[in-house]
């Protein structure tokens, strides 16, 4: 008896690869509309980076980039400020503050990100990130559990 007769038909993966796509597109539009309405409403307290288009534009190293906590990285090179649009509308904006250094192949990067609100003012925020991750993590686990369940009923 051959392996694929044991196995079963094949699973699909460039189907499965795309309901996953399809399953976190489904839940990020919700977290991205979210988003787009509180990023103004609380001057940029809540934000969520991880969106579908950035911007980012290189920032000049000055002495105010001292007065960040927690402190960036010592020696630091390079500092970034990129915001997250969707539809046109703001969903976040970081400011990128690093180091990176090359030696030979390698390149080693280091780096610390500060919430901004809308204007470009620190703020203490939260990330809807973490959130978008977890229901989405969790609809493509039972995505692909129901996959599993009905690979298994077919055999």
Not at 7 to 17: I, K, M
């Amino acid at each position: 008896m051959s392996n694929a007769n044991v196995l079963g038909p094949s699973a699909g993966f460039w189907r499965r690869l795309l309901a996953i796509i399809v399953d976190c597109l489904f839940v990020l539009l919700p977290f991205m509309i979210l988003a787009s309405i509180l990023f103004p409403l609380t001057d940029g307290a809540v934000q969520m980076p991880s969106g579908i288009y950035r911007e980012c534009r290189n920032v000049e190293i000055s002495n105010q980039l001292a007065n960040l906590a927690p402190a960036p990285p010592e020696q630091s090179n390079f500092a970034v400020e990129c915001q997250s649009i969707f539809l046109g509308f703001q969903t976040a904006r970081i400011l990128v503050v690093g180091r990176t250094t090359r030696d030979g192949a390698t390149t080693k990067s280091i780096s610390q990100s500060y919430m901004l609100n809308s204007k470009g003012k620190l703020v203490n925020g939260f990330s809807m990130d973490g959130l978008f991750f977890f229901r989405a993590s969790l609809s493509t686990s039972f995505s692909w559990s129901a996959a599993l369940v009905r690979r298994s009923e077919n055999t």
